[in-house]
């Protein structure tokens, strides 16, 4: 199988609270994650894609001092909503996918942000 | 034109009929082409997942990709009410990001 974890599943926080999301890869190394951000009957916006010991590369107008990455191992992935404000209320989804040519990804569950 | 165009439904059907999904693409460089299926405040799962053109069945499931053209389609047979869902397609190349279509929301009646 290939199994993605995310943590926490629902968050609720006040403004200006910094919010750290993890995903894991939980059976298999994943060398390449994505972070997405869905909106209410959207579809999925790709914000990031994090490849294991090396900077994120953000998708344009995705602002990368606010939404930090880091992808510490093949593994893991977390995004940091610093100074999480009421407009970054969204439900948040990684995805990761396995090392080698054409792999397909493979989604977590999805955290769900409210900010108060 | 968008990359990726995904008719968003609603579409609505009794138990037990064929249901056809589809998604039309610009880019002829995309490779592999996949169906996720999503509920409700939930991550998408992947459905199917094809290389290059061709069919592909899984139980009830069956997808087609005609890359001349430029066409994919997720048939679902015998539909259940379970099925009822968000079905968004994807594609892309490989090392590249996905595109996903917008998705389409399908009902299933019992």
């Known amino acids: 199988g290939a199994v993605v974890s995310q943590h926490p599943s629902w968050v609720i926080c006040k403004s200006g609270t910094s919010v750290k999301i993890e995903c894991r890869s939980l059976d298999f190394q994943a060398t390449t994650m994505f972070w997405y951000r869905q909106f209410p009957k959207q579809s999925l916006m790709l914000m990031a894609t994090s490849n294991e010991g090396s900077k994120a590369t953000y998708e344009q107008g995705v602002e990368k001092d606010k939404f930090l990455i880091n992808h510490a191992s093949l593994t893991l992935s977390t995004l940091t909503v610093t100074s999480a404000h009421p407009e970054d209320s969204s439900f948040y989804i990684c995805?990761?996918?396995?090392?080698?040519?054409?792999?397909?990804?493979?989604f977590g569950d999805g955290t769900r942000l409210s900010i108060l | 034109q968008k990359e990726v165009e995904q008719d968003p439904g609603p579409l609505s059907v009794p138990e037990g009929a064929i249901v056809s999904l589809n998604c039309t693409y610009s880019n002829s460089a995309f490779q592999y082409f996949m169906w996720y299926r999503q509920y409700s405040r939930k991550g998408p799962e992947l459905l199917m997942y094809?290389?290059?053109?061709g069919n592909k069945e899984d139980g009830r499931f069956t997808a087609q990709v005609d890359k001349s053209s430029k066409y994919i389609s997720l048939f679902i047979r015998d539909s259940q009410p379970s099925d009822s869902a968000t079905y968004l397609c994807?594609?892309?190349?490989?090392?590249?990001?996905?595109?996903f279509g917008k998705g389409t929301t399908l009902s299933v009646s019992s």
């Open positions: 994807a594609m892309g190349q490989a090392g590249t990001a996905l595109i």
């Open positions: 995805s990761a996918s396995k090392a080698g040519r054409d792999q397909p990804q493979h």
């Open positions: 094809t290389y290059s053109s």
